[in-house]
């Protein structure tokens, strides 16, 4: 199975801040892989698909980078509606694996 | 608009079964891979469950091999997940979502969730 790791767990950021999450894969998963965004109670919400495309609708603050096995979301500039858990996803192969999810609070 | 609505979740005794169901429209459903993704309380996201357009194939997670069933009514629109023999562990919400290929697959489209509690 592949293990997908996130870094940081946890980040308190100011609104204004750059903020960048890490997804490392334990295998090769060329540009196999989702950022979700998930907000207390509501199911999760599609960032970045394919490693880098962003999804029609979400803001262009958001991007994503990497391929093979390490992986960066990037938020230019933290808004206060981005206050969330984020996480990636793989789907290069069967079973299909999360991260644990990186909390983004407020600082 | 896309809709994904999920039902049939509840309270439910280790050892006995549950029907999710998933309601699909705003899309083309019969012309989805469809899936389960389930999110035990305070817990990460685990897939669960795929199931190809035409029912021909079904891939699952290990802990849910041999319990739970995955199938799908193109002529219903409708997902669905039949869980057995089930256990504390699979206290989770269970979410239905469409499997959309780009350059590669990922989950586009999510429902609401509907919550599974297994407890005495």
């Known amino acids: 199975d592949i293990q997908l790791t996130q870094s940081p767990s946890f980040l308190s950021a100011s609104v204004g801040d750059r903020v960048t999450i890490t997804c490392r894969a334990s295998q090769g998963i060329n540009s196999h892989l989702a950022w979700y965004q998930q907000k207390p109670g509501k199911a999760p919400n599609l960032l970045i698909y394919d490693a880098s495309t962003l999804q029609s609708g979400v803001p262009s603050r958001f991007s994503g980078s990497g391929s093979g096995t390490e992986f960066t979301l990037t938020i230019s500039s933290l808004q206060p509606e981005d206050f969330a858990t984020y996480y990636c996803l793989q789907f290069k192969s069967y079973p299909l694996t999360s991260g644990p999810g990186t909390k983004v609070d407020i600082k | 608009e896309v809709q994904l609505v999920e039902s049939g979740g509840g309270l439910v005794q280790p050892g006995g079964s549950l029907r999710l169901s998933c309601a699909a429209s705003g899309f083309t459903f019969s012309n989805y891979f469809m899936g389960w993704v389930r999110q035990a309380p305070g817990k990460g996201l685990e897939w669960v469950a795929n199931?190809?357009?035409?029912?021909?194939?079904?891939y699952y997670v290990d802990s849910v091999k041999g319990r739970f069933t995955i199938s799908r009514d193109n002529a219903k629109n409708s997902l669905y997940l039949q869980m057995n023999s089930l256990r504390a562990e699979d206290t989770a919400v269970y979410y239905c979502a469409n499997y959309v290929r780009g350059a590669a697959y990922y989950f586009h489209y999510w429902g609401q969730g509907t919550l599974v509690t297994v407890s005495s």
């Open positions: 199931i190809k357009q035409d029912g021909s194939e079904k």
